[in-house]
Each structure stands twice: as structure tokens, then as C-alpha cells.
């Protein structure tokens, strides 16, 4: 273990960002969770609130803050295309203003700086797998470009800064990512599969399911950001990490039907616009860099991510039973 860090994750109460917070805590971290629970929530990091290394603020990064810190993880911003398409403005805002404050930050607090990027920045990419140095096929005015570009500029801004103000900078871009705490009700086929799923539900497959992504488990990428985080800094990514075992969208709402054993079927939905057709990691860089590659397999992950949500839904009928 090395030495003790102030450390501030924003998005942290999300999905990703508690599982982070989680595990700085875990490494002796003084831990600073910023989030304004758009999509996150307390229930995500309540288990970390007797650490009295763990704070919590409720804070909008669109807007200044002022804290002193050694290293800031960039997380916030809604992830999930329903949630990000609700308010795209404010979307865009949180990627732009929010790297701005947060680079800003940096700067004065010379703390190294880590911005959680996407795969999205590819858009729907006409190269396969796809490599760091593939520029992308983004449509800037359709309706994922408030996510796209949003997150395409904070990139910018992030080189900008260390070329122009020497920055410690570490970007990395994220491909799908699935786990425990992700938000039931945020539309992301894997959250959305192993509810309805578990219901007994039909299954939602967009378009005929043949279009594919490739789904990484949560512990592996979080211990891909924390290897990156303490690379040199010579090593600014930005760095793909994901899980380049790829499925078909039915493949894999075949397996989530087959690990919980349901009764339910498939059923059609027109296909979202602008929804890439292929998407799937290169990660030659983070095994180079990092020394990483992911080490849970869907089938695996599922069980763990199934476990979860069946949690969930029975505590919430009891919670439901209580009130009626
Ligand atoms: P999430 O929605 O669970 O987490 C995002 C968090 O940011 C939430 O807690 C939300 O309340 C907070 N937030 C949103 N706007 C904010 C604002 N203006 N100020 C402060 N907090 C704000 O999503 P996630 O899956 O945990 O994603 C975390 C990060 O990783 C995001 O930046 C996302 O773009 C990126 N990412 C995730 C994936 C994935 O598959 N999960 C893939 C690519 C990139
Ligand atoms: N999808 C689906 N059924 C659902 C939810 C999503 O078929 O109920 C598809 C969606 O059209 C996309 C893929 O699953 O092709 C992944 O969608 P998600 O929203 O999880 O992430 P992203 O499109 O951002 O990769």
C-alpha cells in the first residue's frame, strides 16, 4: 500500500463511481465522493458511510468547487442513453463545464487528473476492433451527440491542459460495462435483460440483436483505472479498457435467459437511432501500459450481476408489501 491520497471521485454515488470509491477506501484513501444524484444514489455508497476516511457532498460539477485534493477521478456524467438523452443539454454541460471546473481544479491544486471517456467516441465505428487511434464516426447533430461530442471535447479539453499547463492527465475510454449498482431502471440492455429476466418478462430486443457489444465485469475495470492512475507520467492514454469478448445482442439475451432460468421470451423493438452495429475493444495499449486485461467472463459476471438484481427486486416487493 502507498501513501494515504485525498482523493476526489464526482459521479461518485454511481454505478461505476461507488465501486471505485469502494475500492480506494479499501487501499487506505481519504475519500471524497462528489455527485448530485442525478442517476447515482446514497443507497449506492451507505455501506461506506461508517469509514470515517469517506465524505459525501452533493455538488453539480457544472459549477466551481473548491477543495484541496492529490488526485481527482472525473466521473460524473449519466451514462445510460435514456438518462442522458432526458436533459441533453445539461448533458453536454456536465462533460464541457464539468472537465473545465475539474481541469481547473487540477491546475491549482497541481492533484493528477483521470477522465472517464467512452467507447461512444467512436460513435459507429467502420474500423474493427477498435484502436485508440481511430478517430470515429460520430454523428454530431443526432440525438446520442449530446453524450458523443460531450465527451469528444472533454477529451480535447483534457490534452489542451497538458499540453498548455502541464497536467498530469490519464483518460480512459470505457466500453460497456455491467455489475452490481447499476440502475435497474436506466435502460442498459444488460440491467434491462436480467430485470425482465428475472419477472419472467418479455425480453426487449432492439432491432433483429445481431448488432454486438462487448461487456466487461466492473471489478476489472476498476482495477484497469487504478493501474492507470499510477502509471507514469509519461502515460496520459487515452486507454481503451474493455472486455473484447464480443456477443450478439440475442446471444446474450439468450445467456441471461438460460443463467436465471426464465420463462421469458423474446419480443422485437425498433432499433434506437444511430445505434452502433458493432463495437468491440482493442486493448493491445492496456496490456502494454497497464500490464491488464480482463479476467471475469460474461457467464461469470452474469451470475454475480443476476445475484444483485434478485436481491433487489425481492427487497423491493417486501418494501412494497410493508407499505400496502
Ligand atoms: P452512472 O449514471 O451510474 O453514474 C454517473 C454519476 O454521475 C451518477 O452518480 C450521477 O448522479 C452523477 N452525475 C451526473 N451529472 C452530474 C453532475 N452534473 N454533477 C455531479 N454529478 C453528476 O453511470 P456509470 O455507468 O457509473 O458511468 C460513470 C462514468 O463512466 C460516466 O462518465 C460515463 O460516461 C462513463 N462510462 C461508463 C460506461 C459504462 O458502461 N458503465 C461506459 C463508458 C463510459
Ligand atoms: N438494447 C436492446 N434491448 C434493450 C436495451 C438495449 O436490444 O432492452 C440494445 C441497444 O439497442 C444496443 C445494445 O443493446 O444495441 C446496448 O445498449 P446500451 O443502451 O446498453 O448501451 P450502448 O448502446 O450505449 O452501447
Not at 64 to 88: F, K
Not at 205 to 229: A, H, K, N, P, W
Request: one cysteine or more.
Amino acid at each position: 500500500m502507498g501513501p494515504r491520497k485525498r482523493i476526489l471521485v464526482t459521479g461518485g454515488a454511481g454505478f461505476l463511481g461507488s465501486h471505485l470509491c469502494e475500492r480506494l477506501l479499501a487501499e487506505g484513501h481519504d475519500v471524497l465522493c462528489v455527485d448530485n444524484y442525478f442517476t447515482g444514489t446514497k443507497a449506492n455508497v451507505a455501506h461506506l458511510f461508517d469509514n470515517p476516511m469517506f465524505e459525501v457532498m452533493r455538488h453539480d460539477v457544472t459549477f466551481p468547487l473548491y477543495v484541496e485534493v492529490d488526485e481527482i477521478y472525473n466521473l460524473a456524467c449519466p451514462a445510460s442513453p435514456i438518462h442522458y438523452q432526458h436533459d441533453p443539454v445539461q448533458t453536454t454541460k456536465t462533460s464541457v463545464h464539468g472537465a473545465i471546473n475539474m481541469l481547473g481544479l487540477a491546475k491549482r491544486t497541481r492533484a493528477k487528473i483521470f477522465q472517464a471517456s467512452t467507447s461512444e467516441v467512436y460513435g459507429d465505428p467502420d474500423v474493427h476492433p477498435q484502436p485508440e487511434s481511430y478517430r470515429g464516426n460520430v454523428n454530431p447533430i443526432g440525438p446520442r451527440a449530446c453524450y458523443d461530442e460531450g465527451k469528444r471535447c472533454a477529451e480535447t479539453l483534457f490534452f489542451d491542459y497538458w499540453r498548455q499547463h502541464k497536467l498530469r492527465i490519464k483518460v480512459v475510454r470505457i466500453f460497456n460495462t455491467y455489475g452490481p449498482r447499476m440502475h435497474p431502471n436506466d435502460g442498459r440492455v444488460v440491467s434491462n435483460f436480467i430485470v425482465q429476466a428475472l419477472k419472467n418478462e418479455p425480453i426487449t430486443i432492439y432491432g433483429e440483436g445481431t448488432q454486438t457489444r462487448s461487456f466487461c465485469y466492473v471489478d476489472d475495470l476498476i482495477e484497469g483505472f487504478i493501474r492507470l492512475m499510477n502509471t507514469g507520467d509519461e502515460i496520459t492514454g487515452p486507454i481503451n479498457i474493455g472486455n473484447p469478448g464480443e456477443f450478439t445482442i440475442r446471444q446474450l439475451a439468450e445467456k441471461v435467459i438460460e443463467l436465471t432460468g426464465s420463462r421469458s421470451k423474446l419480443v422485437k423493438m425498433p432499433l434506437p437511432a444511430d445505434d452502433p452495429l458493432q463495437r468491440k475493444p482493442d486493448i493491445t495499449l492496456a496490456k502494454k501500459h497497464l500490464g491488464w486485461a480482463p479476467t471475469i467472463a460474461l457467464d461469470e459476471g452474469l451470475k454475480k450481476t443476476i445475484a444483485y438484481f434478485d436481491a433487489l427486486l425481492k427487497e423491493n416487493k417486501a418494501v412494497a408489501r410493508v407499505g400496502r
